[in-house]
């Protein structure tokens, strides 16, 4: 079963209500920390990470009821990946660049030649990150007036997402980047025991190195630990020198 992707359950019936408990606690594992309700013909969705730090159960609650059926069915759908499939190709990156034009059908390829043969680079759109945005189609987002290509990946974090835009920049040198959108932190502040003050360096470094890689990018950030500029806020753009 495949750790990098959200899992929804769909209740019919009798109302309960979905209880969650973080699993670092200590002292009254039978109270809940948060509770949602899964009342008839509801949906509920974990995202990725949520089984990692927490238990859930569903509460017996009344059985008679004089007001609606006292039967529950829950629907669950979960990404299931082949046992003989590596663990890493669980979510498998979409290619950067095919051989050539016609090896790829997806709008999210680019129709790129030989470089050489070209006097401008291709303007891309490109997201960066974690599982918020790996889970992003990139051919449906560009609506096949821009192109867009999504490097983002589950369970990355904010060094690693550093890592994956030099080998970007790097191995796509006839490519200009005019947009970047990044998400970050979730990876890095569930293991985050006394404050998040040591991510401050990592989100600047993060912040240069996109800066530097793409200098006439606009940068577009979904970030869980406060940004260390004083004129970023999360989903506000920054405009790049």
Request: glycine share 6%; aromatic share 6%; proline share 7%.
């Amino acid at each position: 079963m495949s750790q990098d992707s959200s899992i929804c359950t769909v209740s019919f019936g009798a109302p309960r209500q979905l209880e969650f408990i973080f699993d670092k606690k200590k002292v009254n594992r039978n109270v809940a920390d948060i509770s949602v309700p899964a009342t008839n013909r509801t949906v509920n969705i974990m995202k990725p990470g949520c089984q990692q730090v927490m238990k859930h159960r569903v509460s017996r609650g009344d059985h008679a009821r004089d007001d609606g059926p006292d039967w529950r069915y829950s629907l669950s759908f979960r990404k299931i990946v082949r046992p003989d499939m590596p663990k890493s190709a669980s979510t498998p990156k979409p290619p950067l660049l095919p051989p050539n034009p016609q090896s790829s059908p997806s709008k999210a390829s680019l129709n790129i030649k030989d470089p050489a043969s070209h006097h401008h680079k291709k303007s891309i759109n490109l997201i960066a990150g974690d599982s918020f945005t790996a889970r992003l189609d990139a051919s449906r987002l560009g609506r096949g007036k821009e192109e867009v290509i999504n490097i983002a990946k589950g369970g990355l974090k904010i060094s690693s997402i550093q890592h994956s835009l030099e080998d970007f920049s790097s191995s796509n040198p006839s490519i200009s980047v005019k947009k970047v959108f990044l998400s970050f932190g979730a990876n890095d502040i569930r293991y985050c025991k006394k404050g998040i003050g040591h991510l401050k360096n990592a989100v600047g470094d993060l912040m240069k190195t996109t800066r530097k890689l793409f200098p006439d990018a606009r940068i577009f950030v979904q970030s869980i630990p406060q940004s260390t500029l004083t004129d970023l806020n999360t989903f506000q753009e920054m405009s790049v020198p």
